[in-house]
């Protein structure tokens, strides 16, 4: 399995950037992908999942302003990101995982993962 992110970037507070991460070699039938990201000098932090069946979970700070998303005939994740925060700052990662009940933030789950893409945010 290969994780490709993209989108990251500069924005200022309140901006708004989608992410992608594109998948290879995926032929899983359920599993759960998911984002996380990891702010400098800070631990890993999950940000949201989504699994097979389309069902979702956020971290608190995230909830209402993030939207986890994924294209099944491109085998492509996506994270939309809006009323971005400084806070929002860190390197953001793709991450697959077998699907659980409930769906884990929990970077142990996870098998694969992508390289990362950074995200800044200006306040």
């Known amino acids: 399995v290969q994780l490709m992110e993209s989108g990251g970037g500069s924005v200022q507070a309140g901006g708004s950037l989608r992410l992608s991460c594109a998948a290879s070699g995926f032929t899983y039938s359920t599993y759960s992908m998911a984002w996380f990201r990891q702010a400098s000098g800070k631990e890993r932090e999950g940000v949201a999942v989504i699994d097979s069946d389309g069902r979702t979970a956020y971290v608190d700070s995230v909830k209402g302003r993030f939207t986890i998303s994924k294209d099944n005939a491109k085998n492509t994740l996506y994270l939309q990101m809006n009323s971005l925060k400084p806070e929002d700052t860190a390197m953001y990662y793709c991450?697959?995982?077998?699907?659980?009940?409930?769906?884990?933030?929990?970077?142990?789950?996870?098998?694969?993962w992508g390289q990362g893409t950074q995200v800044t945010v200006s306040s």
């Open positions: 991450a697959v995982g077998p699907r659980t009940v409930p769906a884990q933030l929990d970077a142990s789950w996870y098998n694969y």
